[in-house]
């Protein structure tokens, strides 16, 4: 069946990839293939193309983390971490990106490759090589666990300060990812602030599962550049007016919104509310390997559904851009790229 005309021109817009998860990327063939190499049987809600919908509390993201944990489970050795990240670029280059900030947590894959340092250096390299033959800049985003101590984050964040950098596989940030329930937020600012130090930004998660009250509590104590999702905010009109005086951007994954119970549907995710009150809003997938849902699409739903013209969407892909860790350099070139296809895709 030919491609609608529509998506097409969503997949020919220059844009950039802030929030994806590394295992959480893939597709749900190249899971199976993973598995099938290390003779793992995937449950059936892994595979059988029907996204992941679960109630917004705590028994709903252990479900979402069991079901994370069993494919995580497959992408083990070398060849997997190296898979995964030439499977992220190759999706990413047929949806547009320029730029893809791929987030890890290394330590989930360090005791098949023999320890976190040569886990990340694996995914770096491989960031080099995919971002050489697909187009896209692969940048990596070192991530701690919330579910994890928090001196392991500062072991991260050592990790990652070594490998600091703007370019394709270099770590370009440092964030905190997993269930907001978990931990007191205050307890990571060590881990971010030796992050700081190596001129690491930092992107921790935030204001999706948790209101605002949670996510003034990791503005105050993190310090972010970027938050992952930051969706509540629309609840508090003071701290989203504070987060945008600030200049932090929002790295709005609205499929993960609708799949992890936070809104009932796409329409309710406050997208229009964000971009009307001027914040820097840049889409994201999140974990379409659960989710079912890719970059594209979520351009597709805030053209279709909540109604975003083609200059508005160019407007966020140059949001996304100019919130990424790309030089300058490189920025000014995607967006010059977005008003070429602003001309391009005019009627």
């Known amino acids: 069946m030919a491609e609608p005309v529509e998506a097409r021109a969503l997949a020919a817009l220059p844009k950039a ?8 990327s893939l597709s749900v063939p190249t899971l199976v ?12 809600q892994l595979v059988d193309s029907i996204a992941l919908d679960v109630p917004a509390d705590k028994r709903g993201w252990y479900r979402f983390q069991r079901f994370y944990d069993i494919a995580r489970a497959a992408v ?18 047929a949806e547009g990106s320029r730029r893809l900030e791929l987030q890890v947590d290394p330590t989930s894959y ?3 490759v023999g320890g976190l340092q040569p886990a990340l250096e694996i995914i770096c390299d491989e960031a080099v090589i995919a971002s050489r033959e697909t187009g896209v800049q692969v940048g990596i985003v070192v991530a701690a666990s919330r579910i994890r101590h928090p001196f392991d984050a ?3 964040a050592r990790l990652a300060a070594r490998h600091a950098g703007q370019g394709a ?7 905190l990812n997993n269930n907001e329930w978990e931990g007191d937020t205050q307890e990571w600012d060590g881990a971010f602030r030796i992050a700081r130090r190596a001129g690491l930004p930092g992107v921790p998660h935030g204001g999706e599962l948790r209101g605002p009250e949670h996510l003034a509590e990791v503005v105050e104590h993190l310090e972010p550049t970027r938050i992952g999702h930051g969706v509540r905010a629309v609840e508090d009109p003071e701290l989203l007016a504070r987060l945008i005086d600030r200049g932090v951007a929002f790295e709005v994954c609205p499929a ?6 936070v809104y009932p549907t796409l329409a309710d995710v406050p997208l229009t509310t964000l971009l009307d009150a001027g914040a820097q809003v840049a889409l994201g997938a999140d974990d379409p390997l659960l989710f079912l849902s890719r970059l594209v699409d979520q351009y597709e739903a805030a053209r279709d559904i909540h109604g975003l013209t083609d200059r508005e969407l160019a407007g966020m892909a140059k949001a996304s851009i100019e919130a990424s860790f790309a030089s300058d350099t490189d ?3 995607w967006l010059r790229e977005v008003d070429d296809w602003l001309v391009r895709s005019a009627p």
């Open 154 to 156: 500062r072991t991260l």
């Open 76 to 93: 083990q050795g070398e060849d997997a971490l190296r898979t995964v990240v030439r499977s992220a670029a190759a999706e990413d280059a």
């Open 110 to 112: 360090a005791h098949s």
């Open 169 to 175: 596989g270099e770590v370009c940030a440092f964030g």
């Open 331 to 333: 920025k000014s070139r």
């Open 33 to 44: 293939d993973l598995a099938d190499a290390r003779g793992i049987e995937l449950p059936e």
């Open 17 to 24: 990839h802030l929030h994806l998860h590394f295992t959480g």
């Open 256 to 261: 993960s919104n609708v799949s992890l119970g």
